[in-house]
């Protein structure tokens, strides 16, 4: 058995957390595994890097906050392995480019090109324990690039890869995903197996366990990911390929997101390149943009809704009063008090009828549907803010999720 | 003209002082010169570090301590590179491995093998600077080291010697090398010119403001040194061969040492191996001995009287008592409280009668003299510590050193 074991910031915030965390990895060594490590930065350590960076300027050189940046990750490597070392396990430190991460020259926010780490395997053969930086690798020309914020995981997920792990061990403070957020819904139960594909969803729904780009990764190359808390060492959400989730009801989550603002643009003259137009200007001001509904034309005018984070709610409505005007169309409206709900299933694909089921129970508790997205696994609503916690518990008990009781 | 400029860790400490640094960086650049440069970790930093390590072990594995330690300077020289950028300078942070440093691999105190630097100098031929980590390189298999403490002054040198800069440049938080040191003799002047054999024996001597390996690498390349204030632009010291310093008196300045140990061990039984079987315990120990004298053999017993650090004084007055019983010799009697004054010039090679007015000097004021020692440019007393400001300034004044009023 061969893993790469990924333990976040918190894991190494401090000398006593980063003993914990070589008791874990040592307790999989004596087990026969062969391990390596990918490991971020102390909690706290970017941002106080970062801070010194914005003090000296407020848009400091790439190339040099990602020399900056990266050294985070060095401390906690080389204090890990020396903590395994102390223990008599022949454990080394790598930085990225030690690691063999090579990486675009895309400073800030860069691309793995390719992971060079046969010799990393060759430690793990012997026994020994590569502990490697994650979030970062350098370009072909020597510079350090890091990967953006969460690199970290996407780094132990292209490890895995590389030596041809069984598994990849995400370790966080939470022991998995859940059918839905258990503050809210107390019979909210954590899911032993996901698809890559269910997975996804529930990141960009704001799961905030796994990076996106890492899950899409371990999709393309079938790495298991075994999601797991490094608090409690309990059996967490294994995520893997479709046909290896077990048969299932059609939902397997309920998602939700408080934090959204809901914009309408309305009666614009329909012309082809509208929607560019709108969304342009947004995603130039660094703006993301989720939910967007566009109804047919009528008359030759249409109206535009779309959603936006809550706290890019006042400048997306400065840009869409600028816009509205450009564009002649009537009027922008906007609201700041709206929620998104979503449904996720692999299930769904097989299961005739879950969007009208959702629908129903929404209608039966009176909750007001404001718009409708629909992915192949994924079913999308907003709606008020104040049906949010009505709807989600509704859901959650109609199709099945709640935890049956011992 | 091509300079290279090595800044310490005060240089780098703050937001404010990395500000300060790179004006100086830029006014030589306005002035048209192709400029590097070296840097030292933020003060402190390293200690920050080192502390972690020692928390999580009293013997922390080495490759993993360079690896953690050598962030420090990486951070430095990524924000002085910002900043330097941030006003339009291309400037580039290079860490040892980067910069093409290759040392051996002996961890923690690795010496410098190689400087692969010809990618630098092309920077600096078009006007860019490169802002390499001092105190650090890589061995022949990529693993990070470090040169020991202070080891950016050699980092510096080595990196002037590689692109042939005209000069070394070394800021610190003085502006040079003084006669002697103006807290003990206000008529102390600044030395303009000094050669390394010069700066050899005061650098022994405590004068902190250069490492010992750095001029003995600036004196076989024969890099001119240029020890100089970031506080204080004015010319400071230059380092130079000994025929390019002036005609002038035979001394160059008064150097004392107040930190002295005195032991001697009384009547050993004089045979081959005596001062092997004296000192080989003491090294071992880590314990510098410095000054070391042996009487001539009387009677076939011999006297033997050394040196050390006043801190290490009770555990080498331990380690003779044991010697003292295995060796048959009949005492050893200790004073921690001696100091040692040296009087250093290339001028006394061709003075005679240097060692002779010194001696005058301190008869005159009464001194007595307990041990003596010379070497080529170089005459040491060691006498009782109340008699140090005594004969300092008698010395000073004696040689012709106090400074001129204007």
Chains 1, 2 share one sequence.
Do not use: W
């Not at 994650?134 to 990967?147: A, K, R």
């Not at 995400?170 to 859940?178: E, F, K, N, R």
């Not at 997101?257 to 001001?285: L, S, Y």
């Not at 009537?330 to 009828?353: C, L, N, P, W």
């Amino acid at each position: 058995m061969r893993i790469v074991q990924k333990f976040g910031g918190t894991s190494v915030a401090s000398i006593e957390r980063i003993r914990k965390t070589a008791d874990i990895i040592q307790s999989e060594l004596n087990q026969g595994k062969q391990v390596a490590v990918v490991v971020s930065a102390m909690s706290g350590e970017t941002n106080r890097l970062t801070a010194m960076a914005r003090e000296l300027s407020a848009t400091p050189a790439v190339r040099e906050l990602d020399a900056l940046v990266a050294t985070g990750e060095q401390v906690s490597a080389a204090l890990l392995a020396m903590e395994l070392q102390s223990r008599g396990i022949a454990a080394y430190s790598y930085s990225g480019g030690q690691a063999g991460f090579v990486t675009d020259g895309d400073h800030v926010r860069a691309r793995i090109k390719s992971v060079e780490s046969a010799h990393l395997l060759v430690h793990m053969q012997a026994g020994e324990v590569p502990v490697v930086t994650g979030f970062q690798g350098v370009d072909e020309h020597g510079n350090v690039t890091t990967l953006g914020r969460g690199g970290s995981d996407t780094s132990a997920v292209a490890l895995a890869i590389a030596v041809e792990a069984d598994v990849c061990d995400i370790y966080t403070d939470v022991d998995g995903i859940y059918t839905t957020d258990p503050r809210m819904v107390p019979k909210a139960s954590k899911i032993d197996r996901i698809s890559y594909e269910e997975m996804l969803e529930f990141a960009s729904l704001g799961a905030k366990v796994l990076q996106t780009r890492s899950v899409e990764l371990a999709m393309r190359f079938e790495m298991p990911l075994h999601l797991r808390s490094s608090f409690d060492l309990v059996q967490g959400t294994m995520v893997v390929g479709e046909d290896e989730t077990m048969e299932r009801a059609a939902i397997s989550g309920v998602a939700f997101n408080r934090d959204e603002a809901k914009i309408t643009i309305m009666e614009i003259p329909d012309q082809p390149g509208i929607a560019a137009n709108v969304f342009g200007p947004v995603a130039e001001a660094g703006i993301n943009v989720d939910v967007i509904v566009q109804n047919v034309s009528e008359q030759g005018f249409t109206d535009i809704t779309f959603t936006v984070p809550r706290s890019d709610y006042l400048p997306t409505m400065e840009i869409m009063r600028v816009l509205c005007k450009q564009m002649q169309a009537r009027d922008v409206k906007g609201d700041d008090t709206v929620a998104k709900v979503s449904v996720i299933g692999v299930g769904m694909r097989s299961h005739a009828g879950v969007a009208k089921a959702m629908f129903d129970v929404l209608a039966v508790e009176g909750v007001n549907i404001q718009m409708i997205t629909t992915s192949e696994i994924k079913i999308t609503v907003v709606l008020e803010e104040k049906y949010i916690e009505l709807a989600v518990r509704a859901l959650h008990t109609a199709f099945g999720l709640d935890r049956q009781e011992a």
